[in-house]
């Protein structure tokens, strides 16, 4: 699912003054005919039209570019959880669903309002008091298109998780993972010398013959069981999930921060039924000594490539009658 293209949220003044800005334009370069109360009255109800078809189309985009919350998989619906406040989240769409179908009765009252009356201040007035309850309507619902711009920025960021043999690079923070992310599959990750460089999901692909395989980075976690933050969340939630298989980075220099000790504490204690396989990263900065008293098995990316890909099932051959 691919979260990239949702449309970003005008706020609510931003919407009424395009909304103005359209009807005093457009209003002005219609011919009308008639008298000149007819003239008046069509006037007043061209400029209300104007600004009805400029606000609710742009409200349903937002409805429509946002993810129905139907359609979303456990995994995102879990990562919403995780990253947004979730309720608010579908409290602000049902707010833009409910200012859309106000927006269209106060349109059509009021239409009909100026459409028989006979006075001109009396138009003049409806029309003012039409404008005075849209702007009011839209200030109410302001929030919602605060919070969903927020979420559209947070949700930018969310993977687009293919149906594919999937990958964890899993760790502790600072220790390699996106680096070893961009050298399998050629992304081009953000890496930093600091810890929580990387705070939502990096997804890159990688092919081995007809085989294409998902590797996720995560954020680093610190293996705190019942503190972790919803940065880390993240990693559990991919690890445990979504992930076929993890690839446990392993910083054997201790540059990253975390002490050998600490990194094989948090490897025995993965506790996940999937296949681990281990990569030591930052190999140029350990000495000999240091690399002859790692006892687990480890394996070079490009080891890595290979083994993954001796992972993934091959469909039996669909049986012919
Ligand atoms: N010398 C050396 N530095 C490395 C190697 N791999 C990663 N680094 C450095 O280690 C630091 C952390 O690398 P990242 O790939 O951002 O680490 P990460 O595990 O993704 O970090 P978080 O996203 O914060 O959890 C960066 O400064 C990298 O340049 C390596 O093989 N050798
Ligand atoms: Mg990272």
Redesign the pocket.
């Known amino acids: 699912m691919n979260f990239q293209n949702i449309a970003p949220i005008e706020t609510n003044k931003q919407l009424l003054n395009l909304a103005f800005a359209k009807a005093r334009v457009k209003g002005k370069s219609k011919k009308l005919k008639g008298n000149w109360l007819q003239i008046i009255r069509q006037k007043e109800a061209l400029k209300l039209d104007i600004v009805k078809d400029t606000i609710v189309p742009r409200l349903d985009k937002v409805l429509k570019s946002f993810p129905a919350t139907a359609d979303l998989s456990d995994f995102y619906t879990k990562l919403m959880n995780l990253t947004l406040d979730y309720p608010n989240y579908k409290k602000s769409l049902g707010a833009v669903n409910w200012a859309m179908g106000k927006i269209r009765l106060l349109h059509k009252s009021y239409v009909s309002k100026i459409i028989k009356c006979k006075d001109r201040e009396a138009i003049k007035d409806l029309s003012k008091q039409f404008y005075g309850r849209l702007s009011s309507l839209l200030k109410q619902v302001s929030p919602n298109f605060v919070y969903l711009e927020k979420c559209r920025r947070i949700m930018k960021n969310y993977p687009d998780i293919k149906e594919l043999f999937t990958v964890c690079?899993y760790?502790?923070?600072?220790?390699?993972?996106?680096?070893?992310?961009?050298k399998l599959t050629g992304t081009r990750?953000?890496?930093?010398?600091?810890?929580?460089?990387?705070?939502s999901v990096n997804a890159g692909y990688f092919k081995v013959g007809d085989k294409k395989i998902q590797v996720l980075?995560?954020?680093?976690?610190l293996a705190r069981k019942e503190k972790m933050n919803a940065i880390e969340l993240q990693a559990d939630l991919v690890a445990k999930e979504l992930a076929d298989s993890i690839i446990y980075?392993f910083?054997l220099?201790e540059?990253?921060g975390f002490s050998i000790k600490k990194q094989e504490q948090l490897l025995q204690n993965l506790g996940l039924k999937k296949k681990v396989l281990v990569y030591l990263?930052?190999?140029?900065?350990v000495g000999p000594e240091v690399l002859a008293g790692f006892k687990e098995k480890y394996y070079s990316s490009e080891e890595i490539k290979e083994k993954i890909v001796s992972f993934v099932k091959i469909d039996p051959e669909p049986v012919v009658d």
């Open positions: 690079i760790g502790f923070p600072n220790v390699g993972k996106t680096t070893l992310l961009n990750a953000q890496v930093a010398a600091y810890a929580f460089t990387t705070k980075d995560v954020p680093g976690t980075v910083d220099s540059q990253g990263s930052k190999l140029d900065l």
